[in-house]
């Protein structure tokens, strides 16, 4: 990798903690990042808009799938809790992905 953070013709995989590097990962090449942190937002209230959470204005992606040109993201909700030792509406979650390669 002379001088650059991806191989080319190579698939390019990041691991990390923060899903905020997403859009920067994706503007460099890698075609896919899997992250944690937010564990979900832990608390999801069906009733109430998502406008009306902070933590949703400070961390736009906080579970699952997500796409930029150039790369995917997918955050993954974890079993755990941060602050308060409670989740209502978003079930804990562990991820198993299947690689393969293609032709």
Do not use: C
Not at 19 to 40: E, M, N, R, W
Not at 58 to 77: C, D
């Amino acid at each position: 990798m002379p001088g650059g953070l991806t191989a080319p013709d190579t698939p390019n995989i990041l691991l990390s903690h923060y899903p905020d590097v997403f859009d920067h990962a994706a503007s460099v090449g890698i075609d896919l990042t899997l992250s944690g942190h937010t564990h979900g937002g832990q608390v999801k209230l069906n009733y109430v808009t998502p406008h009306l959470l902070p933590s949703k204005a400070e961390l736009p992606y906080l579970a699952g799938w997500f796409e930029r040109p150039g790369g995917r993201l997918y955050v993954n909700r974890g079993i755990g809790t941060i602050f308060v030792p409670i989740r209502f509406g978003m079930t804990p979650e562990i991820t198993v992905f299947e690689l393969s390669r293609v032709g």
